[in-house]
Nanobody, 123 residues
Framework: QVQLVESGGGLVQAGGSLRLSCAASGRTFSGYAMGWFRQAPGKEHEFVAAIRWSGGSTYYADSVKGRFTISRDNAKNTAYLQMNNLKPEDTAVYYC????????????????WGQGTQVTVSS
């Protein structure tokens, strides 16, 4: 059974930080790039960041560059999203997903998704 489980969301004040984790079952993770998306109420899924299997290449949405950092620990089958200097517009449900193509910015590139974790940033 393929499983991705996000954790680490919560309520934080603007300017604060959160670290999201995405724990994957073994075969879900090995050899695949991973990505983070978010969805705010009434809006479409939005690409946030992606990282290749080796961890050597990372990709970010312009809206989070310089504030968010994606990483992974392949030994632990876990991906992370460090979010600093959070803004109210970052409020959304954050999802991790497994990429099957290199079109990281598009939701169609991902085949398995976690259930999401809520991030709320107060002003």
């Amino acid at each position: 059974q393929v499983q991705l489980v996000e954790s680490g969301g919560g309520l934080v004040q603007a300017g604060g930080s959160l670290r999201l984790s995405c724990a994957a079952s073994g075969r879900t993770f090995s050899g695949y790039a991973m990505g983070w998306f978010r969805q705010a109420p009434g809006k479409e899924h939005e690409f946030v960041a992606a990282i290749r299997w080796s961890g050597g290449s990372t990709y970010y949405a312009d809206s989070v560059k310089g504030r968010f950092t994606i990483s992974r620990d392949n030994a632990k089958n876990t991906a992370y999203l460090q979010m600093n200097n959070l803004k109210p517009e970052d409020t959304a449900v954050y999802y991790c997903a497994r990429a099957t193509t290199l079109e990281f910015k598009y939701a169609g590139a991902y085949d398995y998704w976690g259930q999401g974790t809520q991030v709320t940033v107060s002003s």
